[in-house]
């Protein structure tokens, strides 16, 4: 059964680098075509989607992070990661890691035919608690 | 970005009862729309996507619905297990967006 696992700083001071890795068990990050994803959750509030790694490399941010984050993934050693820059208190959140399921889905009419994928978040890490704070 | 709104962001009922919770897309998102539970203090599990798909070995008491703008998480016998907090995900642009989570309490 595929798990993933967060680790990385606690405890970050302001202006510093936030960097969190997951690591995948139980199966290859190469197999099933799947993507992975960051995500966080402030103290008691909602969740905040971050970023995807896609299984072709490709990432996509989200805009209001954009500038500050990067997410890559070191698939020899089966795992990705997490990099924010400038942190302030606001980054403070439980940072959870998860994969990216998708499934294909094809469409025809009288005029047209297409399709695509719909993408959910199937696995999840345990998630880890960072705090920003001198 | 697309707002996601959910309604009620909290909900109290008894065992066995029958709840609906909305979510509404401020553009239309097809069904690009997913459902996830989160259980206090842990990660949050898919519970249906692509609006009305149920995630193999979630109970079929979940029921999705709806497109375009408008849809709906049902429980049709809300069991112990549910009073958790429910969160919707749009997957049609980016960023992917959440609503704000409604939260299941016992009457």
């Known amino acids: 059964q595929l798990q993933l696992q967060e680790s990385g700083s606690g405890l970050v001071k302001p202006s510093q680098t936030l960097s969190l890795t997951c690591a995948v068990s139980?199966?290859?990050?190469?197999?099933?075509?799947?993507?992975w994803s960051w995500l966080r959750q402030p103290p008691g509030k909602g969740l905040e989607w971050i970023g995807y790694i896609y299984h072709s490399g490709s990432t996509y941010y989200n805009a209001s992070l954009k500038s500050r984050v990067t997410v890559s993934a070191d698939r020899s050693r089966n795992q990705f990661s997490l990099k924010l820059t400038s942190v302030t208190a606001a980054d403070t959140a439980v940072y959870y890691c998860?994969?990216?399921?998708?499934?294909?889905?094809?469409?025809?009419?009288?005029?047209?035919?297409?399709?695509?994928?719909?993408?959910?978040?199937?696995?999840w890490g345990k998630g880890t608690t960072v705090t920003v704070s001198s | 970005d697309i707002q996601m709104t959910q309604s009620p962001s909290s909900l109290s009922a008894s065992v066995g009862d029958r709840v609906t919770i909305t979510c509404r897309a401020s553009q239309s998102i097809d069904t690009y729309l997913n459902w996830y539970q989160q259980k206090p203090g842990k990660a949050p599990e898919v519970l249906i996507y692509?609006?009305?798909i149920l995630q193999r070995g979630v109970p079929a008491r979940f029921t999705g619905s709806g497109s375009g703008t408008d849809f709906t998480l049902t429980i049709s016998s809300v069991q112990l297990e549910d009073f958790v907090t429910f969160y919707c995900e749009q997957t049609y642009s980016f960023p992917h967006t959440f609503g704000q989570g409604t939260k299941l309490e016992i009457k």
């Open positions: 139980g199966g290859s990050m190469n197999s099933g075509g799947h993507s």
């Open positions: 998860a994969r990216v399921s998708s499934v294909p889905y094809y469409y025809t009419s009288e005029n047209s035919a297409g399709g695509g994928y719909y993408y959910y978040l199937d696995v």
């Open positions: 692509a609006a009305s």
